[in-house]
């Protein structure tokens, strides 16, 4: 394929190249399709029979030869970048919440706060099911400020975060079910426990360096899946644990039917959808305890030298900074909530297996930081809505669902390589807190 | 010349490189080098480019463990007594009345945290990220430390931490007064230009506080206006703050204008330890320095002192 | 995977009914080790160049591999290759199913490069990695789409082999079986032809040069660009040779393979030191030994947990891995 970038001034010589550059790329999708689109394998007695599409595999080609010209004739060959369409059709999340200062996030937190309510009244039929939806997201927008303390803002690039999720899970569904305890006791104690385990996990491997961290943090993620799925005693191995308790509300009342539910206790007609709307309300305060937390220690000396330690850690060293203990303290505080939205993710559910704790989970979550915007906790929630409330909402694709999923984060990344909102807010101020621009911030090991 | 020796004989160190060796596979980057650096003095380093000057640097501040040899540095000066008592320890230090520390033995944060030794970098190494006063902030990490209880009071808005935290500010609003960005106070660090990032990362490294400064060539690329009040600013700090500067430079008006003394290394060894002008004039120095063209030799020996603000106390051991 | 955990779990447990530490079985452990080593070796290349080259690990090499094992199962199936053939045909037929594949193979590996990797050269370095991933979901989606979730399986193309070693007590043999020989005469021959093409040729000399300073050699006229499309197409073949090979040895293929693979030849070239060619070949051998050695006296279930242990321990040591060039940390 060509350049590029060649600005072309006539048309005609721009129609040429364009045509030019539509059949390569139409013969290399064809080359590319050939047997994956042009032949299907489907399983048939005695080995496997082939079925050929060949009107699939021309339409692949020339569906791309046609991508390529509109591309190369409109958008590349007149020095216009396709980001920019998008950019002002879109008119810019990261332009508006960085205009509107704060109004955006109040804003969310209204919406986020009266949505059940608003569901119940406009959709009340379908409430349960986009409240589900919400709740979901909620889940991922707290496992995304999670990792965004250890990737954004500490810089350490941890591929297998889904680990202490599965610990938070596991140590809740097994402190309940064995011992009994109940889920206000176990909510810290598994976030303990998950950052206990961050500790375990983080001290030998946090002097290694970028990518080699990331190698580590993945065999972790998936040492711990390996375990569960096979240590059968304990953790009920493929099969997982079930009859996981309900959260009850703060102990005063259940969701049940009968004398000892909510609606008896405040006298109101029983609903399943009260512990529906609990369970979404209780995943908001999490979510927002996460976000409050990050806050503040971004303000506080240790967020501070997180985020020193993303932009220099030979400097760090220099200014008298304990950057094993300060990585340890990012990874700790990191594990601790994901293992707090791990055992919110037991309770809601009822049952857990290794299969909700894949490497596919940890991709999405880093995918939710880096889309996100490093370091930006708004970002997060953009992008948590963007990717898992809009699979969701394609859900009827079905199949194909995954597949957008995966474009989407490819279209994303190329649209806006910095996330959706790349500004740094600082974390003290002289006279006047600027945004810093998001291409002067480091992204952390590995340079 | 007398009166110079003989007050070097009254005085000890603060810090005292003995024996220093540092080899890097087969390469002899430091071969057996011993300096001092006095309580107050501003003492140079210098040498041709690959003397190993940066690497002294890096044995003293942590980041490389030199292969032989013992950086002893006293927060006052009687404590060099107990040097050989706590090398023949296991211990990096003795903080019990004056205290002593054994570099070699420190981790490099350490050094920068309890020895008091602060450093700047060779290509400056600043959090381009954050602001101009966050860079500051990060400096006066122990001390926040402390004051935040550990992070835990800090949380919770502690008056303990409040205080911290404006004492801090205002330590960082001295040295944002003293290097001249005050205005630039809420802008990223990357966005300043090169003078100023240099005087920025000298500001960093005074506010934690140190007893020592070692700063690795402050004037590269600066041009004659900036490199002037460099050379003030580093008075500032040498004579009127009381820290102690040790200073790697090529420019020879920094290094002459305000080193009370200076070493000279040339592949890894010590040719020369004395008064500015004593190195002028030191043919060893001249020739390590030039290389042997007569002709530069000659200009250099003729090019006269701009600035001569100490009073040589220059001292050959 | 599934054929993985499926297969190694067979053939151990069929070791293991045999119940004695013999020395036929350590030699046999040792000939299963280093068959799947070869698998390994070949994808963990891909790896270390494209890591060498531009500094990113490419998370959808795994699936390239797998893309590469789908297009060779298709072409013998559709080729009507069977047991049954002759020697002669069966070899011609496969070497012809292994340049076809190779071909169509790099056009994915080239196609990847250029959509989600090219757009973002310069670029933050998180950047990459993520459309990397996103191309892993998409390359696993779209062939489980266009071919089904389900197993596809053939029957054995090259069967046959020899005994290396009988114990006479137990009549345990080691038996040394040709795909086994196949498989890793081909690995050998590819590894030296590919030292030539890296050390000899002008192409190999522009990947040196790009690997030490892009930009550098950019101004000396060498094309990055095309360079690292090469790496790429490279990259590509040799991932779908070890598809081939995967294929003919364990006879099944599904869309999630590549998966499983890719994190273990990865982690291969990690352990090897990344950047480095031999350094791959030797981390594949390590991790394909590690695996059947602990499956044949452990456990099956943990192979994947020893594997990674050892790698987390041995980065541990030398943070560079076995062959990297150890990195001095510049202040």
């Known amino acids: 394929m060509g350049s590029v970038t060649d600005v072309n001034q006539y048309d005609d010589s721009l129609l040429i190249k364009s045509l030019k550059e539509a059949v390569i790329a139409g013969f290399i999708t064809f080359l590319m399709a050939a047997i994956l689109i042009g032949v299907k394998s489907e399983i048939a007695i005695g080995g496997i029979e082939l079925k050929y599409r060949w009107g699939a595999l021309f339409a692949a080609a020339g569906i791309a030869a046609a991508g390529r010209f509109v591309l190369s004739y409109l958008f590349w060959g007149r020095d216009t970048k396709v980001g920019d369409y998008l950019d002002k059709g879109l008119n810019g999340l990261s332009g508006a919440t960085s205009g509107m200062g704060k109004i955006i996030p109040i804003a969310l937190l209204a919406l986020a706060i009266l949505l059940p309510f608003l569901l119940m009244q406009a959709v009340p039929a379908q409430a349960r099911y986009y409240l589900d939806i919400a709740t979901v997201v909620l889940i991922y927008v707290m496992l995304g400020w999670g990792l965004n303390i250890v990737v954004g803002l500490a810089g350490l690039l941890d591929l297998g975060y889904v680990a202490f999720y599965a610990v938070g899970a596991y140590s809740y569904a097994l402190l309940a079910t064995t011992f009994g305890l109940s889920f206000w006791i176990c909510l810290p104690l598994a976030g303990i426990l998950a950052g206990f385990w961050g500790v375990i996990l983080g001290f030998p491997v946090l002097r290694l360096r970028g990518d080699y961290l990331a190698i580590v943090t993945l065999a972790f993620g998936e040492i711990i899946r390996v375990v569960l799925l096979n240590w059968y005693e304990v953790t ?12 009850s509300f703060f102990g005063l009342a259940d969701f049940k039917r009968g004398d000892s539910g909510f609606a008896a206790l405040f006298d109101i007609p029983y609903s399943p959808m009260h512990r529906i709307i609990f369970l979404y309300f209780l995943i908001l305060a999490l979510a927002l305890l996460t976000n409050w937390i990050t806050n503040r220690l971004r303000r506080l000396p240790l967020g501070r030298a997180w985020e020193a330690l993303r932009e220099d850690e030979i400097a760090c060293r220099s200014l008298g900074i304990n950057t094993t203990n300060t990585k340890l303290s990012a990874f700790a505080i990191g594990a601790m909530f994901g293992g707090i939205a791990g055992s919110f993710f037991a309770t809601r559910q009822g049952f857990i297996s290794p299969e909700s704790f894949t490497f596919i989970e940890s991709a999405i979550i880093l995918a939710i930081v880096v889309l996100g915007g490093l370091g930006s906790q708004i970002g997060v929630v ?34 806006k390589p910095r996330g959706l909102v790349s500004t740094r807010i600082p974390s003290v101020f002289l006279k006047e807190r600027k945004a810093v621009s998001a291409d002067l911030v480091a992204q952390g090991e590995g340079h | 010349m007398a009166t110079t020796r003989k007050t070097t004989m009254t005085r000890t160190p603060l810090l005292s490189v003995q024996h220093l060796t540092m080899r890097f596979g087969g390469l002899l980057a430091i071969d057996n080098l011993s300096f001092d650096a006095y309580k107050g003095d501003i003492t140079a380093l210098i040498g041709p480019n690959g003397a190993g000057k940066t690497t002294v640097f890096n044995c003293i501040t942590g980041f490389y463990k030199p292969t032989e040899g013992r950086i002893g540095f006293a927060h006052e000066t009687d404590a060099y007594d107990k040097i050989d008592a706590l090398t023949a320890s296991a211990n990096r230090s003795d903080i019990h009345g004056s205290a002593l520390y054994l570099l070699e033995r420190m981790p490099d944060f350490e050094i920068s945290r309890d020895a008091k030794v602060a450093r700047t970098f060779q290509n400056i190494r600043l959090f381009g990220g954050m602001t101009v006063l966050e860079n500051l902030m990060v400096a006066q990490h122990a001390p ?51 003078g100023d990032q240099r005087r920025l990362e000298i500001a960093r490294a005074m506010c934690t506080e140190p007893k020592l400064l070692c700063l690795d060539e402050p004037a590269a690329g600066l041009n004659g206006k900036e490199s002037a009040e460099l050379n003030e600013l580093l008075l500032f700090i040498g004579k009127e703050h009381g820290t102690s500067v040790l200073l790697i430079e090529h420019d020879m008006n920094v ?27 030191d043919p060893k120095v001249i020739a390590a320095y030039l290389g042997v063209d007569e002709d530069e030799v000659e200009e250099a020996v003729k090019t006269p002192v701009k600035k001569k603000a100490a009073k040589s106390k220059g001292a050959k051991k | 995977m599934g054929a993985f955990i499926c297969l190694t779990a067979i053939s151990a447990n069929y070791l293991l009914s045999f119940g004695e530490r013999i020395l036929e079985y350590f030699v046999q452990q040792l000939i299963n080790g280093l068959t799947l080593g070869s698998i390994y070796g070949l994808i963990a290349i891909g790896y270390t160049m494209v890591y060498g080259i531009i500094g990113m690990i490419n998370f959808a090499h795994g699936d390239i591999f797998m893309v590469g094992s789908f297009i060779s199962l298709i072409l013998i199936v559709a080729l009507g290759l069977t047991a049954a053939a002759g020697m002669w045909t069966i070899i011609f037929v496969l070497l012809f199913v292994l340049v076809v594949s190779m071909v169509l193979t790099a056009t994915w590996g080239w196609a990847v490069e250029r959509i989600a990797y090219r757009p973002l050269r310069g670029s933050f370095r998180l950047a990459p990695l993520i459309t990397a991933i996103g191309m892993s979901i998409v390359l696993q989606n779209f062939v489980q789409i266009s071919q089904g979730a389900r197993n596809k399986s053939i029957q054995p193309l090259v069967t046959g082999g020899h005994d290396v070693m009988v114990n006479a007590e137990t009549g345990f043999s080691a038996y040394l079986s040709n795909i086994q020989i196949l498989i890793m005469t081909v690995t050998v021959v590819l590894m030296f032809g590919f030292t030539f093409l890296i050390n000899k040729t002008s192409l190999g000399r522009s990947q040196r040069a790009c690997e030490q300073d892009t930009k550098m050699a950019s101004l000396l006229g060498v094309n990055v660009d095309r360079t690292i499309s090469l790496t790429f197409i490279m990259g590509a073949a040799l991932a779908s040779v070890a598809g081939v090979m995967f294929l003919l040895y364990y006879g099944v293929v599904d869309f999630y393979i590549g998966f499983l693979a890719g994190v273990k030849a990865f982690t291969a070239a990690v352990l090897g030191g990344i950047g480095s060619l031999p350094g791959a070949m030797l981390g594949g051998l390590l991790i394909g030994l590690i695996e059947t050695f602990w499956s044949g006296y452990f456990s099956v279930e943990y192979k994947d947990v020893a594997a990674f242990s050892i790698l987390a321990i041995v980065l541990i040591f030398m943070p560079s891995g076995l062959l990297g060039k150890p990195e001095v940390e510049k202040v």
Not at chain 2, 155 to 177: I, T
């Open chain 1, 236 to 247: 009920g191995g493929p099969d997982g644990i079930s009859r996981i308790p309900r959260p």
């Open chain 1, 382 to 415: 953009v992008a948590a809505i963007v990717l898992i409330g809009g699979t969701e909402i394609f859900r009827n694709l079905e199949e194909y669902r995954m597949l957008v999923f995966g474009l989407g984060m490819v279209l994303v990344m190329i649209w």
């Open chain 2, 144 to 194: 926040l430390m402390t004051a935040s209880s550990f992070t835990f009071g800090g949380l919770f808005g502690l008056k303990k931490y409040q205080d911290g935290h404006s004492h801090a500010m205002e330590l960082a609003k001295f040295w944002l007064n003293k290097v001249g960005l005050t205005e630039r106070a809420d802008d990223p660090a990357a966005d300043l230009p090169y």
């Open chain 2, 255 to 281: 290094v002459m204008g305000i080193s009370d003394h200076i070493a000279v290394l040339d592949y890894g060894k010590k040719i020369a330890d004395a008064s500015p002008e004593e190195i002028r004039n």
